[in-house]
């Protein structure tokens, strides 16, 4: 191994499309004497693809803590460990913050290599321009919790990124719609794999265009809206420029007379034609 090796490797895996493991990846995989898994039977497949020799470690939400404490005595027993989840990056919402913690509290060295995430992959590709985005990872599953945590979410103004589940896609999308409304929502699902889809609309439009066809609401999803209107994108501006674009003129033209007529920011309206446009 050319790297460290008394280190925790923290390790992302692919989403679904298999090229996406980086070279390093493999190399850490491959050649680390241990590798701490969220599922060892869902991960043995890609390990013995790579021929990786590793013995396993479980490393799921129920064993973190038991878990921490064996890699710590592997780390200080002057051995490498990898930490993978089942798909993506360890500890975005899935096991690991816990271990890396542990291992850190103990002095020993954690290493993080780049890689595969679903939220990341998801922004790269939504559309959205909102400088900023906060990620938030799972909802609740309870819907008094959800329209909650939603409500907190309201005013904050950069882009908010969830991961669902497909058996709560539409409740949660509904909820988006009631408690957040009047923004863009854009929906991806099945990232790099054979279904893969993206598609951005009103956060008001998107439970029908769920509905219209069952197999949209099936696989993975990340949710991703736009951030909390700024004064200038909400009310007259916005109705104006609607208009303009469902007239047919060009994104800049609209976003120019919008903002003659409401005295809304034409920057804002831009941006805001582009989402509508996407
Ligand atoms: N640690 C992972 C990461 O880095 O993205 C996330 C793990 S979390 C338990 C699983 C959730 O991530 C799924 O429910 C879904 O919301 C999202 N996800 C994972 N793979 C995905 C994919 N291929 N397309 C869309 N969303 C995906």
């Given at each position: 191994m050319t790297e460290e090796s008394a280190a925790l490797y923290v390790v992302p895996t692919p989403l679904g499309n298999l090229a996406d493991l980086t070279r390093r990846a493999e190399e850490i995989l491959r050649t680390v004497p241990w590798v701490a898994a969220e599922d060892t039977r869902h991960s043995g497949p890609?390990?013995?693809?790579?021929?990786?020799?590793?013995?396993?470690?479980?490393?799921?939400?129920?064993n973190e803590h038991e878990a921490a404490?064996?890699?710590v005595e592997k780390l200080q027993a002057g051995e490498a460990v990898a930490l993978i989840s089942d798909a993506g990056t360890p500890g975005i919402s899935d096991p690991g913050a816990r271990i890396v913690a542990a291992v850190?509290?103990?002095?020993?060295?954690?290493?993080?290599?780049p890689g595969p995430c679903a939220a990341t992959t998801a922004l790269s590709a939504s559309g959205l321009l909102d400088e900023?985005?906060?990620?938030?990872?799972f909802l609740p599953s309870k819907g008094g919790q959800r329209r909650q945590a939603l409500e907190a979410l309201r005013e904050q103004p950069c882009a908010l990124v969830f991961y669902e589940a497909p058996h709560r896609v539409l409740e949660t999308v509904e909820d988006m719609a009631t408690v957040l409304g009047n923004r863009t929502l854009v929906i991806a699902r099945e990232l790099?794999?054979?279904?893969?889809s993206i598609h951005s609309l009103p956060v008001g439009e998107a439970l029908a265009w769920l509905?219209?066809?069952s197999n949209r609401q099936r696989g993975e999803f990340v949710l991703m809206l736009s951030g909390a209107p700024a004064n200038a994108e909400s009310g007259e501006g916005e109705r104006v420029l609607k208009?303009?674009?469902a007239e047919?003129?060009?994104?800049k033209q609209a976003a120019k007379l919008a903002s003659a007529i409401s005295g809304a920011a034409k920057n804002a309206l831009y941006d805001l034609a582009l989402t509508l446009k996407a």
């Open positions: 890609l390990l013995k693809q790579l021929g990786a020799q590793a013995r396993t470690i479980p490393a799921h939400q129920h404490a064996r890699i850190r509290a103990a002095g020993c060295k954690v290493i993080p290599l900023h985005f906060l990620f938030y990872g790099t794999k054979l279904f893969e509905k219209e066809d208009l303009l674009l047919g003129l060009p994104v």
